[in-house]
């Protein structure tokens, strides 16, 4: 019996070997020139309206996270923040288009938002109070953040048929609130102009050419409202979901130097509540769709408003709140990574996600303001990815998804590398195309080699460099707590990522691995990797 149970367990795990694939693969870099950017500060989070009773799917996730009642003086979430240094905040969401600042001459009592029935989503007008927002600027001034605004773009306007706006926009209360604004002193970055109108909208629209005509007036109140600073504050806009012909015809009829970012949302995994969201997360070519949305957004600036960037102003992966259990969780950092990587190469400056607390997507729990797992992903980028986003070619099969920047604040380049895959272990030789002359037949025939073959090129990482950590490269390894995809806790080089007793971010330390052992990404996991002395000129 010993006998037979021993051979038993020798088999199965003979099995569970077999079922992982070790797959050897070649990424080359090409360093010579960047291929597009970033600004510095191209992590944000967002800040939403949305009241206590909102809620999906017999769920009420929001409690109070919105930008009226969130509690401002919680230690944990200024320690949050403060972690990124200078973390970008968008102030905005469904509801903004139905917020009355509580300033000047108003046509109509200034309330808080209530369910009603027939309301926009759901919900009465609501109210910002200026004691609120001076709290909230206090708030943003003593953590460092830069502040995006979305203003309400429907005030003065009426519905012409079911979820169509029309009539001019009535700017007098924007206006106000932007001249209170000045005369506190308070600091804002850039202003956005509505939520969701674009296209067919969500909940209502706005035809482009009226759209357009009211930017150009807003660009003209804070252009007079600012003459005196410089630099003003951007004007950003739509803010909604990309449709190629509205947005050409918005920046045809703005014409130059009105819109100085154009935003949109992405969405891309569905409904909160659909069931195949982590199946969704870890399909590459469901991942691979939105693709197409970045690369025509591009090419509308660069034929219609070369002037503008491109910014993601809200993403949160699934809409109606996120997917309880899965938004909240280590899988999605999968889709959240991935989607940086992705929309930097298309030269997208800022992308902000939805949410920095709220929702099930909240980078923060909504009621204990312990970070999440995503929080973290967010935070290694901010550190150690730089502006500068340069070419990477690749062998692996496409659940391999690696992207490549400069390295922030230091010489060098940093890798992401993200593994889809439930069963096949990458390990990867990485080459300098600054060094090696590799065509098209080589580089076809290195796919299957065996990995020790391409170790013997690694040197191209270290170029003609040389210091005492040249033989040296540096990994941050992100899994899941016991394996469990759907965990809340997430490990770094096998180490849980949790608050000090103290409440402050721990510290994300790094593996130091010898440049010349395998590099090698297991399944389902995440790996930062830097390079600090990979010769690559266009990061000069």
């Known amino acids: ?247 050409n015809k918005l920046l045809q009829v703005t014409g130059p130097q009105v819109v100085n970012a154009v935003t949109h949302h992405v969405y891309n995994l569905g409904a909160g509540v659909d069931h195949r969201l982590v199946s969704k997360i870890l399909d590459p070519h469901h991942l691979n769709k939105i693709s197409e949305t970045f690369s025509s957004l591009k090419e509308t600036i660069q034929t219609y408003g070369p002037w503008a960037s491109a910014w993601v102003g809200e993403s949160g992966g699934a809409f109606n709140s996120g997917g309880h259990n899965i938004s909240n969780t280590f899988v999605n950092s999968f889709w959240y990574l991935d989607q940086l990587g992705m929309a930097a190469k298309f030269d997208t400056k800022v992308y902000c996600r939805q949410t920095l607390i709220g929702g099930n997507y909240g980078l923060l729990d909504t009621t204990t303001f312990v970070p999440k797992p995503d929080y973290y992903s967010a935070l290694l980028w901010h550190r150690l990815m730089g502006k500068k986003v340069i070419a990477v070619d690749t062998s692996a099969s496409p659940y391999l998804r690696s992207y490549a920047h400069c390295s922030k604040g230091r010489d060098g380049i940093t890798l992401l590398l993200i593994n889809l895959s439930n069963q096949t272990e990458f390990k990867l030789t990485v080459q300098n195309s600054m060094n090696i002359g590799l065509n098209m037949d080589e580089k076809t025939n290195t796919k299957r080699k065996p990995f020790i073959h391409g170790l013997k090129r690694v040197v191209s990482w270290v170029g003609s460099k040389s210091s005492d950590q040249s033989s040296f490269r540096e990994e941050y390894h992100l899994t899941p707590m016991d394996g469990e995809l759907q965990s809340k806790t997430m490990l770094l080089n096998g180490k849980p990522l949790q608050l000090a007793d103290s409440g402050d971010i721990p510290n994300l330390d790094s593996v130091l691995i010898d440049v010349n052992s395998p590099m090698s990404v297991p399944p389902l996991s995440i790996k930062f990797v830097v390079l600090p002395t990979f010769d690559a000129s266009g990061c000069k």
């Open 1 to 247: 019996m010993g006998f037979r149970l021993l051979l038993l367990l020798f088999l199965a795990s003979l099995s569970a070997i077999w079922a992982q694939n070790v797959e050897d693969d070649v990424i080359i870099v090409n360093g010579t020139e960047a291929i597009a950017s970033t600004d510095t500060n191209y992590i944000c989070a967002t800040i939403d309206w949305w009241p206590h009773d909102k809620c999906n799917y017999d769920q009420c996730p929001w409690g109070s996270s919105s930008i009226i009642n969130l509690d401002l003086s919680h230690p944990l979430l200024a320690k949050a923040v403060q972690a990124f240094e200078r973390l970008r905040i968008r102030v905005g969401g469904s509801l903004e288009d139905k917020v009355l600042y509580d300033v000047g001459t108003l046509s109509s009592p200034c309330q808080p938002f209530t369910k009603m029935v027939g309301g926009l989503f759901g919900f009465s007008k609501g109210c910002l109070h200026m004691d609120r927002w001076d709290e909230v600027n206090h708030f943003f001034n003593k953590t460092g953040v830069i502040v995006t605004f979305g203003l309400n773009a429907l005030y003065g306007r009426h519905e012409i048929r079911k979820g169509v706006w029309g009539g001019d926009w009535n700017s007098s209360n924007v206006n106000d609130f932007i001249k209170y604004t000045i005369s506190k002193g308070h600091q804002i970055d850039s202003w956005e102009f509505g939520n969701e109108l674009s296209g067919t909208g969500i909940g209502a629209s706005v035809g482009a050419g009226q759209y357009a005509r009211d930017l150009i007036k807003l660009r003209a109140i804070i252009d007079e409202s600012y003459k005196n600073f410089n630099p003003k504050p951007l004007l950003v806009a739509p803010g909604g979901f990309y449709n190629k012909e509205w947005y």
